[in-house]
């Protein structure tokens, strides 16, 4: 599956304007068609960011599930798919607090290269959480800051890394620790500021 792109092909503010007032009329053929529609980009979103194709199908499996059941009270301001989108941007961000203790170290690297997406909503998810990242690695040690970009930006061994720096490869695998340990911690306290915006939005 291509997780490098979540641009939607089949959507129309017109026509998602229809399928939501004939989902409220309980029409299934309405809902299948919003969810043929956005089930991959959505999914797509969530993955790039997570890489757990089962986490990531519970997200956007969940999220219609509950569309489904509130289809008679569902209130939506925004575009559907903006607002599809940031139900996703919900989700990935509560991963990140409920599981930032346990977060795989693969989730913060090559962010910025992962940031290539064709749809708006998801742009601004990804831009946002690159530069929170940015911002926690600079405000790290200096030593351990020059450690964390040496291994994740110029993709440098533990070995190559000891010998630029003139320390033991145990040192350079405690910053890593240390830096690793920061970003997971601090990214809980990000994600009440994150939540706000999404939740005026919908």
Known sequence: MDTNST?????????????????????????????NTYWQPLYRSAFTILKDKKICEEIVQDIFVGIWKNRKNLEIKVSLERYLFSCVRY??????????????????????????????ESEVLYKELVQKVDA????LPEKCRVVY???????????????????????????ITKALFVL???????LSLFFLPTLLLV
């Not at 997971?184 to 990000?190: A, E, H, L």
Request: proline residues 3%; charged residues 30%; hydrophobic residues 30%.
């Open 184 to 190: 997971r911690t601090s990214m809980g306290g990000f």
């Open 136 to 139: 926690i690695v600079e405000k």
């Open 149 to 175: 970009k040496m291994s994740r930006e110029e993709q440098l061994s533990h070995k190559e890394i000891s010998s630029r720096l003139n320390i033991s490869p145990k040192t350079v695998e405690d910053h």
């Open 7 to 35: 641009k939607v092909t089949n959507s129309s503010p017109e026509n998602d304007k229809l399928s939501l007032l004939l989902l409220k009329q309980d029409d299934k053929h309405a809902f299948n068609k919003i969810f």
């Open 91 to 120: 989700q990935v961000f509560n991963q990140f607090r409920k599981n930032r203790k346990n977060l795989r170290s693969v989730l913060f690297e090559n962010l910025e290269q992962r940031c290539t997406y064709e749809n708006p």
